[in-house]
T-cell receptor
């Protein structure tokens, strides 16, 4: 089984709808991240959480919110989706105990807002 | 935040060694240099990380000169399956920024 899972894998929604993307991990890592990737571009950090009670905004947090329900779960919400939020969304985890900056990525959620 | 500059694309042939250079002129003292690989529609995968001099693992080598203003990822004897986008990241825990990356195309 995959260590980092994301649901749904694909989602089409309409402008103005609220949508939640979920991420779960079995790696036991304390740090979790949400990124978005637009075609031909690198990943941009939306939010990151270093602990259940430690949530921080990333580079592009406007229009998004997150919830860290447990160490293993980190959800991303779009309160009112808009077309320019159409993108590929990745969840990632990392281990505070590790000396490297290695992040482990999920398979991604492809979101289309019409 | 240290900005990175990499070639947008590179071509190579199977069996060749590929070197991808990343420029990061304003790297900070505490910053590490990390490289990731990404295949289409997949999440990035960690390749290698270093602070200075040379680091080698089973997949690649990373060369960092003394001034640390650049770094070179070296992939020995590439195969078709190494066709991917390679990202150079500079920073510490909270400040890892993915740039546009280098699209490597390996041909038979």
């Amino acid at each position: 089984d995959a260590d980092v899972t994301q649901t749904p894998r694909n989602r089409i929604t309409k402008t103005g709808k609220r949508i939640m993307l979920e991420c779960s991990q079995t790696k036991g890592h304390d740090r979790m991240y949400w990124y978005r990737q637009d075609p031909g571009l690198g990943l941009r950090l939306i939010y990151y959480s270093f602990d259940v009670k430690d949530i921080n905004k990333g580079e592009i947090s406007d229009g998004y919110s997150v919830s860290r329900q447990a160490q293993a779960k980190f959800s991303l919400s779009l309160e009112s989706a808009i077309p320019n939020q159409t993108a590929l969304y990745f969840c990632a985890t990392s281990d505070r105990q590790s000396s490297s900056y290695e992040q482990y990525f999920g398979p991604g959620t492809r979101l289309t807002v019409t | 935040l240290a900005k990175t500059t990499q070639p947008i694309s590179m071509d190579s042939y199977e069996g060749q060694e590929v070197n991808i250079t990343c420029s990061h002129n304003n790297i900070a003292t505490n910053d590490y240099i990390t490289w990731y690989q990404q295949f289409p529609s997949q999440g990035p995968r960690f390749i290698i990380q270093g602070y200075k001099t040379k680091v080698t693992n089973e997949v690649a080598s990373l060369f960092i000169p003394a001034d640390r203003k650049s770094s070179t990822l070296s992939l020995p004897r590439v195969s078709l399956s190494d066709t991917a986008v390679y990202y150079c990241l500079v920073g510490e825990w909270r400040k890892l920024i993915f740039g546009q990356g280098t699209e490597l195309s390996v041909k038979p």
